[in-house]
């Protein structure tokens, strides 16, 4: 069955940095896009970052571009999220997701997500 399973989060200072893993399993991994979505406290789920199958294409929300990365690996069937010059705004869960086309309509799969906090 299809599995995301990210990892990496954790305390960090501000100014610090993560690299943020979303291990993949269950489908064919380079077949599909990956998105890369935040919760804060209170606020909604919002979606931070983008990159296509082959890598070469991605985009970024405004909060977070040019301090953080989006990449992947398909050798590995992982997708991975640098985060540089952390602040406190930055403080969420963070969780990978995927759609994938099944029994004939798009299904969104999800991580269990990873919690950074941001703090000093």
């Known amino acids: 069955q299809v599995q995301l399973v990210e990892s990496g989060g954790g305390l960090v200072q501000p100014g610090g940095s993560l690299r943020l893993s979303c291990k993949a399993s269950?489908?064919?991994?380079?077949?599909?896009?990956i998105s890369w979505y935040r919760q804060g406290p209170g606020q909604e789920r919002e979606l931070i970052a983008h990159?296509?199958?082959?890598?070469?294409?991605?985009s970024y929300d405004g909060s977070v571009q040019g301090r953080c990365t989006i990449s992947r690996d398909n050798a590995q069937n992982t997708g991975y999220l640098q985060l540089d010059s952390l602040n406190a705004e930055d403080t969420a869960v963070y969780y990978c997701?995927?759609?994938?086309?099944?029994?004939?309509?798009?299904?969104?799969?999800w991580g269990q997500g990873t919690q950074v906090t941001v703090s000093s």
């Open positions: 997701k995927i759609v994938i086309f099944q029994d004939s309509r798009w299904i969104d799969y």
């Open positions: 990159i296509g199958t082959a890598g070469d294409a991605t």
């Open positions: 269950g489908f064919a991994f380079s077949d599909y896009g």
